[in-house]
């Protein structure tokens, strides 16, 4: 167990205190308006009735584009935590109601009321449950693999593949087509399995697409690819992505994600997931600024590839990382920042979140391309582990191998001392040449190993009630 040196933050557990206003007090009185309004409507329906309102706003069509369903999301998320709660399911309510929150936060620019001085009316329901849920006692972590989040044989129930006179013809040519081709709200998986090849599209597995399971044939064999970024058509980071999924229960294995705006575009997104419980094993994600954008909900990342140049986690999901090799990659030539390099970017917004990153047993380094220019100039070409995006961003890396591209002093701070009083930046058993914990700077902590636990895949994000795959 490492030893928690002078001067660094020893780390405790949450706690209550006071919340500042949140800017998103009026999306949700619109929330509770339209509850009050709308008790049996299905969650897609209050986008019609906001989409109205925002189309008519000065803000610039990339950021209230994804905002009518956002807060349709949010209306339903939030009824979903409250009957999470009547049912017992007091991880589930918080997870559900830390996702509403959040995209209340991310249209708050839209619905805005300067008169009303008062704290989110989501954010007191998520905080009157987290002390709740502190004093649960943790599960004992276990130290089984998660391999089960498959089946054995896969039936799929659609075929991906690129047209070829010399092969058995698939069911769909595109990605797209088998994901639209799934009934709505199924319980089951609906596998589809996609040959190898390049899929040059961008797919979108919206809401009532539940429990889409995509199996590939492997890292760099079957890939999915486009180039999307910000500023290109007006495009706003979220629908830059690839490959969007907002469905529940999505899972994927054996396949690759890419978005190749280069290295000198701005924010270009691979991956995007708001769904819930899911689970992505064997999957690689290729791409430079912003890569993987862990929005919002449960996720598991098990034995993924992730390479990108800054920010190329980040989001405001809880998600679990474990046994993913994570390699930074160079930035354009003469780009002001070629000297900073960053894994996660944590938008963690409120306290009350039980949202997070988790980095376990994982390998960060550069690749070779960048291990070659950090040995020529190793001040120039360096890799921080984190940076905090929002105000109680939280990170932790547990038994990860570092690279001698990582920075002794570990995290880079955002924009002078924003967030360093609130965030939480945590290690645990890092080895590794960059693994040099005397030079940490002050802000970051040396997580005790009996805290450790409530950072497991069971405390975390419940893992042991649906990673498992049953047939």
Not at 44 to 65: D, K, N, T, V, W
Not at 266 to 279: E, I, N, T
Request: with cysteine; hydrophobic share 40%; proline share 6%.
């Amino acid at each position: 167990m490492p030893r928690t040196h002078a001067g660094h933050h020893q780390h405790v557990l949450p706690r209550r205190r006071r919340l500042l206003p949140v800017a998103a007090a009026a999306a949700a009185l619109v929330l509770l308006a339209l509850i009050m309004l709308l008790p049996t409507a299905p969650p897609g329906e209050p986008a019609s009735l906001l989409r109205a309102a925002i189309a008519g706003h000065p803000s610039p069509a990339s950021y209230a584009h994804p905002c009518a369903d956002h807060l349709s999301l949010s209306l339903h998320r939030l009824r979903a935590a409250l009957s999470s709660l009547q049912s017992g399911d007091l991880p589930g309510a918080l997870h559900l109601a830390s996702a509403s929150l959040q995209y209340q936060y991310d249209c708050s620019h839209l619905l805005s009321i300067p008169a009303f001085n008062s704290y989110t009316l989501t954010s007191r329901f998520l905080n009157s449950l987290t002390p709740q849920a502190l004093t649960s006692d943790p599960k004992p972590s276990s130290s089984h693999s998660t391999a089960a989040a498959f089946p054995a044989r896969i039936r799929p129930a659609a075929t991906v593949c690129k047209p070829s006179p010399a092969e058995t013809p698939c069911d769909f040519s595109t990605v797209q087509a088998a994901v639209n081709a799934a009934p709505n709200y199924t319980d089951g998986h609906f596998v589809i399995t996609v040959a190898a090849g390049i899929y040059k599209e961008t797919v979108t597995i919206p809401y009532e697409k539940t429990n889409i399971l995509l199996v590939g044939e492997g890292m760099g064999a079957t890939v999915i690819t486009a180039s999307r970024s910000v500023g290109i058509q007006g495009l706003g980071t979220y629908d830059t992505a690839t490959v969007a999924v907002t469905g529940d229960g999505f899972r994927a294995r054996d396949i690759t994600f890419e978005n190749t705006a280069g290295a000198g575009a701005h924010q270009a997104v691979a991956f995007r997931s708001d769904s819930d419980r899911s689970v992505l094993e064997s999957v690689e994600f290729r791409g430079h600024q912003d890569t993987l954008y862990a929005h919002t909900m449960r996720h598991m990342y098990r034995r993924c590839r992730i390479a990108g140049t800054v920010d190329f986690v980040f989001g405001n999901a809880a998600a679990v990382f474990e046994e993913c090799t994570i390699k930074t990659v160079p930035r354009a030539e003469g780009s002001w920042k070629t000297a900073r390099n960053v894994v996660a970017a944590n938008g963690r917004i409120d306290p009350g979140q039980t949202t997070g990153f988790v980095f376990r047993n994982c390998t960060v380094d550069g690749d070779r391309d960048f291990v070659v220019l950090h040995q020529s100039k190793p001040q120039s070409y360096r890799l921080y582990l984190g940076r905090p995006w929002k105000e109680y961003a939280r990170t932790l890396y547990v038994g990860c191998y570092l690279g001698k591209v990582v920075r002794p002093e570990g995290w880079l701070p955002w924009r002078g001392d924003f967030a360093l009083g609130t965030l939480y930046y945590g290690e645990f058993d890092s080895r590794g040449p960059g693994a040099n914990l005397t030079s940490r700077v002050r802000w970051s902590s040396q997580t005790p190993e009996q805290h450790v636990r409530f950072y497991s895949v069971e405390n975390f994000i419940q893992g042991h009630e649906w990673i498992g795959y049953q047939m």
